[in-house]
C-alpha cells in the first residue's frame, strides 16, 4: 500500500502544527513514519487520503463503538445542528442525557458535562479536594488521565518518594501534591496511607488500565483500594474515560463489582463529539457551583450537538447492552487468533484481554504494571504495526495503547485480519 499523499500532508502540517498534530499520539513517534489522513470512515472502515481501505481497531481511542458514521448519530446531529449549534443556555437534551446516564450507571445520582476526559479528571480532582479539604492525590504509575498538571507526574526512584514532573511546566509544587503508586500492587498504595493518613483527598485509578496496553486488575485489587480509601476517609475515583459505556452498560464499576465514589467519562459518552463528565452521588456533587463552593464551568459544556450525539449513543447502548458481549466475542476471536498463531512460532508475547479491551505484548513476562509493559521488545512492536498497516489493519501505533473493537466489525473483517497477521509472521 502507498501513503504517499499522507506523507505529503504530514509534511506542510508540519509547518504550521507543532510536530504536525494536535494530539501527540497520533504522530507515529513510537512506530515511525507518516500518520495515516483519513478522508473518511464507515462502519468498521477508515478510507485514507491515498485510497486506502484499512479496517480500524483503534476507533477514534475508544467514541466509535458501534462504528464510523453510525445512521443514528449522524442523523441526530445533522437534525440538531439545523436549530443551531450553541446557546449558552440551558436546553432540555442536557437534562434528558443525564437523566439517561444516572439510569444506566447505578451509584451515582448527579453528572456534570464538560469537554473532554482531560477536563472531566481535573475537575474530579477539585471536586475531591474541596470535598475532603485535603490536597494529596495517588495516581498510578502508567495510568493516563488527560494532561493536566496534576496528572503528568512519573515515578522518581521507588514508590516512596515524591513525584517528578514529566513535562516541563508542571511546577514542583503541584508534582508534590501528586504521590505515586505501582498499578497491581495495594503495598504501595498503603505505604503512601501510612505516611499520609489524614492528607490524601482521592486515589485516582484506572479501573482497567488503557494507556499502558490493557492491564486487567489483578484479583482485590480494586477491592483493596476500595477499602483503604473507606479506613481512611478518602474518595476513590475511577476514570472511566476508556471504560465507561464500554465494558458494560454501567462500565468498570458494574463489571468489576467495585462502586468508586467519584466516576470520569468520555470517549464512548460523547458518540465522536467533544464531550467529558464526572457523577457521583449528592452530597459530593452539590459541592459544585452554583449549588456548592467548587467552581468548575464551560462555555460549550452541555453543547447541543454533543448532547444530541451522546444522547442518542447511550440510548442506543442502553436498549442493546448485547452489544457488550458481541464486542467481548469479536475481541476474544482476536485474541485467541494470534495467540495460536504466535504459539506456532515460539516469539515470545503476552497477550492481555478484558472486555473489549485488549493488547498485544512481545515479552515473556506477564504485563502487570508500567514496568512490566516497558519490558516489550518495541523493534517486535514497529514490525508488526507497520506489518499490518501495509496489510490494510490499522492497530494503535503504540505498545501502550490499548486496541478498541468497534462492534461494525464483521467475522470476514475478523478473518482478514488474522489472515494478514499470519502473513506477516510468515515474512518475518
Ligand atoms: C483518553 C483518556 C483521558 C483523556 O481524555 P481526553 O478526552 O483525551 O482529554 C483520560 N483518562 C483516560 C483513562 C483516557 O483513556
Known amino acids: 500500500m502507498q501513503y504517499q499523499r499522507s506523507s505529503s500532508l504530514f509534511r506542510s502540517a508540519q509547518a504550521v502544527i507543532p510536530g504536525g498534530v494536535n494530539s501527540p499520539v497520533r504522530a507515529f513517534k513510537a512506530v515511525g513514519g507518516a500518520p495515516v489522513y483519513i478522508e473518511k470512515a464507515k462502519g468498521a472502515y477508515l478510507y485514507d487520503v491515498d485510497g486506502n481501505i484499512l479496517i480500524d481497531y483503534i476507533s477514534s481511542w475508544g467514541p466509535m463503538i458501534l462504528g464510523h458514521a453510525f445512521e443514528p448519530v449522524i442523523e441526530a446531529v445533522k437534525k440538531r445542528a439545523e436549530r443551531g449549534t450553541s446557546f449558552g443556555m440551558p436546553t432540555e437534551l442536557e437534562t434528558q442525557i443525564a437523566e439517561l446516564a444516572v439510569q444506566m450507571v447505578p451509584n451515582i445520582d448527579k453528572i456534570r458535562m464538560v469537554n473532554s476526559g482531560t477536563e472531566a479528571c481535573m475537575s474530579a480532582i477539585r471536586l475531591a479536594r474541596g470535598y475532603t479539604v485535603r490536597e494529596k492525590i495517588i495516581k498510578f504509575v502508567g495510568c493516563y488521565h488527560g494532561h493536566s498538571d496534576a496528572f503528568l507526574i512519573q515515578a522518581g526512584s521507588g514508590a516512596m518518594t515524591f513525584g517528578i514532573p514529566n513535562s516541563p511546566g508542571v511546577t514542583q509544587g503541584t508534582a508534590r501534591d501528586t504521590l505515586l503508586a505501582q498499578y497491581n500492587d495495594l503495598e504501595s498504595v498503603k505505604n503512601h496511607f501510612k505516611q499520609y493518613p489524614d492528607q490524601i483527598a482521592a486515589v485516582i485509578v484506572e479501573p482497567v488500565a488503557g494507556n499502558m496496553g490493557c492491564i486487567p486488575p489483578q484479583t482485590g485489587f480494586m477491592e483493596g483500594l476500595r477499602k483503604l480509601c473507606d479506613d481512611y476517609q478518602t474518595l476513590l475515583i475511577f476514570d472511566e474515560v476508556m471504560t465507561g459505556f464500554r465494558l458494560a452498560k454501567g462500565g468498570a464499576q458494574e463489571s468489576l463489582g467495585v462502586n468508586a ?168
Open 261 to 428: 465514589d467519584i466516576i470520569t467519562y468520555g470517549k464512548v459518552l460523547g458518540g465522536g463529539l467533544p464531550v467529558g463528565a464526572y457523577a457521583s452521588r449528592d452530597e459530593i456533587m452539590d459541592y459544585l457551583a452554583p449549588e456548592g463552593p467548587v467552581y468548575q464551568a464551560g462555555t460549550l459544556s452541555g453543547n447541543p450537538l454533543a448532547m444530541a450525539a451522546g444522547y442518542t449513543m447511550l440510548s442506543y447502548l442502553n436498549q442493546n447492552t448485547e452489544v457488550f458481549e458481541s464486542l467481548e466475542g469479536k475481541t476474544k476471536s482476536i485474541t485467541s487468533g494470534i495467540s495460536s498463531l504466535l504459539d506456532k512460532k515460539s516469539i515470545p508475547f503476552q497477550i492481555n484481554r478484558y472486555g473489549s479491551m485488549m493488547s498485544l505484548h512481545f515479552t515473556d513476562q506477564p504485563v502487570v504494571d508500567f514496568r512490566t509493559a516497558a519490558l516489550g521488545n518495541n523493534e517486535d512492536f514497529k514490525a508488526y504495526f507497520h506489518g499490518m498497516l501495509n496489510r490494510g489493519v490499522y492497530l494503535p501505533p503504540s505498545a501502550f495503547e490499548s486496541y478498541f473493537l468497534n462492534d461494525a466489525l464483521s467475522e470476514k473483517d475478523i478473518d482478514f485480519t488474522l489472515s494478514a497477521f499470519e502473513d506477516w509472521l510468515k515474512n518475518k
